[in-house]
């Protein structure tokens, strides 16, 4: 049987290289050494979607879609920053909160004029863990207060040898670009469900277990990571 490459002899065997987990278990345990070395805590609000609704985990607001004419007829909330949904037009607005080590890469903030005024843009590209789902659209909250919204969350993973790339295998995980929210958007209206409610408190610290940081976690009913 040939073997389909011109540059070998046919009883020239190709043999598979053989795998190494333990490759790949290095490496990520270097990357989350890293995030604790050099990063920050943030929390990450993850928004409900289109495809969530249609798998039937979660129901449209009551407060601005259900029932209403205008939301009905042209499939949109009739109001901007409904406190119910936070603009999503789904139950809840956010499928969970949840805090997460992060390292951020930083643009330097411009200040620009726009029709509304003076604004202040500031985008930023950061690295954080493998273990939840971050979609175009949801946030993430700083200790400092300010609030970002962000693209989807890309990743890596390590190839330890010749084998089917899965999930597990994924170390890296990256969001280009995340774009700070005015504080007239609906991004503010956003309540911190985790700890006391306290931001900074709950970002900020300086001692801690690190096996511990998922404990604050807050997952709604049907909402996952």
Same mark, same amino acid.
């Given at each position: 049987m040939a073997n389909g490459s011109e540059s070998r002899k046919d009883v020239q065997p190709v043999w598979a290289a053989t795998t190494q987990d333990w490759a790949g278990h290095w490496v990520a345990? %270097?990357?989350? $050494? /890293?995030? =604790?070395?050099?990063?920050e805590f943030l929390l990450f609000t993850l928004m409900w979607t289109v495809a969530d609704f249609e798998q039937g985990l979660v129901g449209r607001c009551q407060s601005c879609f259900v029932n209403?004419?205008?939301?009905?007829?042209?499939?949109?909330?009739?109001?901007?920053?409904?406190?119910?949904?936070?603009?999503?037009? &789904? @139950?809840?607005? =956010?499928?969970?909160?949840?805090?997460?080590?992060?390292?951020?890469?930083?643009?330097?903030? @411009?200040?620009?004029?726009?029709?509304?005024?003076? !604004?202040?843009?500031?985008?930023? +590209?950061?690295e954080t863990t493998t273990d939840f789902t971050f979609n175009h659209g949801d946030y993430l909250f700083?200790?400092?207060? +300010?609030?970002?919204?962000?693209?989807?969350?890309? $990743?890596?993973?390590?190839?330890?040898? &010749?084998?089917?790339?899965?999930? @597990? %295998?994924? &170390?890296? /995980?990256?969001i280009p670009n995340a774009r700070l929210e005015d504080p007239t958007s609906v991004a503010w209206t956003i309540p911190v469900l985790v700890g006391d409610?306290?931001?900074?408190?709950?970002?900020?610290? %300086?001692? =801690?277990? !690190?096996?511990?940081? !998922?404990?604050?976690?807050?997952?709604?009913?049907?909402?996952?990571?």
């Open positions: 345990n %270097s990357h989350y $050494e /890293a995030l =604790f070395q050099f990063g209403d004419r205008h939301a009905e007829a042209y499939q949109q909330a009739n109001q901007i920053k409904c406190p119910d949904c936070y603009g999503t037009t &789904f @139950e809840g607005g =956010f499928r969970a909160q949840i805090v997460r080590p992060a390292i951020i890469m930083h643009d330097t903030p @411009e200040l620009e004029q726009d029709i509304r005024g003076e !604004v202040v843009r500031d985008d930023l +590209s950061l700083r200790a400092n207060g +300010s609030r970002y919204q962000g693209d989807d969350k890309q $990743e890596d993973a390590v190839m330890g040898g &010749f084998q089917p790339q899965d999930q @597990e %295998s994924n &170390f890296h /995980a990256l409610g306290n931001l900074t408190n709950l970002l900020d610290r %300086s001692n =801690f277990g !690190v096996h511990t940081y !998922v404990a604050d976690d807050v997952i709604r009913t049907n909402g996952y990571l």
